[in-house]
Nanobody, 122 residues
């Protein structure tokens, strides 16, 4: 089992920044991903990072250049730095962990956090 706890969400004005954290505990895993779900919409992929055996990252086109995913293995914590935020970024943000090698830009993750809300005002 992997336990994931997100933090760092909140209210920010358009153009502002937030940094989300995802503290992981339990067994090791292959990759960590960030997803978001806006009101009335399906959950979508935001970014992912290989956790074991590499450092590759992957981003959704809509966030490239504005959001940066990173990790601190010593703290077993992942981060999502969000800059130049837009009202369209308003959503509940979830981190997730995938146990084994495989696609990291899909919903095929094994463990999910409870989510942290982000609201971007115009």
């Amino acid at each position: 089992q992997v336990q994931l706890v997100e933090s760092g969400g909140g209210l920010v004005q358009a153009g502002g920044s937030l940094r989300l954290s995802c503290a992981a505990s339990g067994r090791t895993f292959y990759a960590m991903g960030w997803f978001r779900q806006a009101p009335g919409k399906e959950r979508e992929f935001v970014a992912a990072i290989i956790w074991s055996g590499g450092h590759s990252t992957l981003y959704a086109d809509s966030v490239k250049g504005r959001l940066t995913i990173s990790r601190d293995n010593a703290k077993n914590t992942g981060y999502l730095q969000m800059n130049s935020l837009k009202p369209d970024d308003t959503a509940v943000y979830y981190c997730a962990a995938r146990r084994t090698l495989g696609p990291i830009a899909t919903m095929s993750y094994d463990y999910w956090g409870q989510g942290t809300p982000v609201t971007v005002s115009s």
